[in-house]
């Protein structure tokens, strides 16, 4: 009689094979089974012709990454277990001693940070050029160069980087280059659904998922798309050698918050315009920073490349008021919660010296706060803003 424990793991009863629901299943694993010691021998994953190990893909996985490779018109993704696990595969995939990677100076903070702390530390050095202007990214290129980092708009600041002249700028470099420079785009305020990145000529698109493709605010994961097999290859072989696996249920509420993406970014553009253009003309503020207002900084790169903006926008406050008065404003916020990430249900709200995160000048004097609007009303939230800046201004 074979035991309980054997008869409960060996279990013979399948269930039936075809089970279609609008949401796909979840699979869990680190051993999968191989029918024969061929298979086991031989069995593919890069290709997603087959299974093999748990961190090489599941149906659950590969599912995602399909469908993260279409957001973003794309052929081929990588998945990460956060979007700065995503920026940091990115980096070590395609960085080796002795090269150097530039890095836009209105960059997500975090990217920096791993590349004075990490690649520094690798031999890899970096520098910053004013993503505003092609020629200084062109005069930063140097034969060393093998990376180019990209994002538009800039976290915090908000500036819509031309990106087919940087792209342009690149690619001149790279005429007879043996390793040409690569080029990557933080794609988080994009998301695949405000602009094409690879039409507008990038090579590799990364972004977080933790933002809109998940919508929640409960997840934490990364993608890296390209359309180069040649990329894609460097990206999954480095990605297989530090181990990086995403777990099913995380990739299922990411599966889950797909289909509604494209509704939830429209539907926060529109919430987010109305309330960055209404700030514009409050007393006490100073400059609304938001691609698609007219005068903020690339607007004009913005409405010829993007056909959306995301939830974001910065309020630059008069230079009258003090660090100490913006941060009591966004206290007395109630609606706006204080926190980190965004594209989630709830708004938010974050002071930020931006003197102390950027090399170049920078042109206002005031206090800046980043806001995130969530999926409240747009009234409740105005209110929200109108109580907390007459208190300000009263002070
Ligand atoms: C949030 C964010 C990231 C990092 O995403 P995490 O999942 O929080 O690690 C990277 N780039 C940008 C622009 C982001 O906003």
Redesign the pocket.
């Known amino acids: 009689m074979t035991a309980l424990s054997t008869q409960l793991i060996h279990h013979p009863y399948n269930p039936p094979a075809t089970f279609e629901a609008v949401q796909p299943g979840v699979f869990k694993a680190s051993t999968v089974f191989f029918p024969n010691v061929h298979a086991l021998r031989t069995q593919e994953w890069k290709d997603k012709s087959g299974y093999t190990y748990g961190l090489h893909g599941t149906p659950t996985t590969f599912t995602l990454e399909e469908r993260i490779a279409t957001l973003e018109g794309g052929r081929f993704c990588v998945l990460a277990p956060?979007?700065?696990s995503a920026?940091s595969l990115v980096d070590m995939a395609f960085l080796a001693a002795g090269d150097e990677v530039l890095l836009p100076d209105n960059a997500?903070g975090p990217g920096k940070a791993f590349a004075e702390g990490d690649l520094a530390r690798w031999g890899i050095t970096h520098r910053f050029y004013d993503p505003m202007n092609p020629a200084d990214l062109a005069a930063q290129i140097t034969p060393a160069t093998r990376l180019v980092w990209l994002?538009a708009p800039g976290?915090i600041t908000l500036e819509f980087a031309d990106l087919p002249a940087l792209v342009a700028v690149i690619r001149t470099a790279n005429a007879g280059r043996q390793r040409p420079i690569v080029s990557a785009l933080?794609n988080?305020?994009g998301a695949g659904v405000a602009f094409n990145a690879f039409e507008l000529g990038v090579d590799v698109s990364m972004q977080?998922l933790?933002?809109y493709p998940s919508g929640g605010a409960d997840v934490?994961m990364?993608s890296v798309v390209t359309r180069d097999p040649a990329l894609h290859e460097a990206l999954l072989l480095c990605h297989m050698r530090l181990g990086l696996g995403v777990s099913a249920n995380d990739t299922e509420l990411v599966l889950r918050g797909l289909p509604t993406v494209a509704l939830r970014y429209a539907a926060q553009d529109t919430a987010t315009r109305a309330l960055a253009s209404w700030m514009q003309d409050q007393p006490g503020v100073a400059a609304v920073l938001h691609p698609a207002l007219p005068g903020s900084p690339g607007h004009a790169a913005w409405a010829r490349d993007a056909s959306a903006a995301a939830c974001l926008f910065s309020v630059v406050f008069d230079a009258r008021f003090s660090q100490a008065q913006i941060d009591a404003f966004c206290d007395s916020l109630r609606r706006f919660k204080l926190g980190w990430?965004w594209a989630g249900p709830i708004s938010l709200c974050a002071p930020y010296n931006v003197r102390s995160i950027r090399t170049r000048p920078w042109p206002h004097l005031g206090c800046l706060v980043r806001f995130a609007i969530g999926l409240e009303a747009v009234d409740d939230l105005q209110a929200d803003l109108q109580a907390a800046l007459d208190a300000l201004n009263a002070a």
Do not use: P, R, V
Request: aromatic fraction near 12%; glycine fraction near 12%; hydrophobic fraction near 30%.
């Open positions: 956060s979007g700065l920026l997500y994002e976290s933080d988080t305020w977080a933790t933002k934490l990364g990430s």
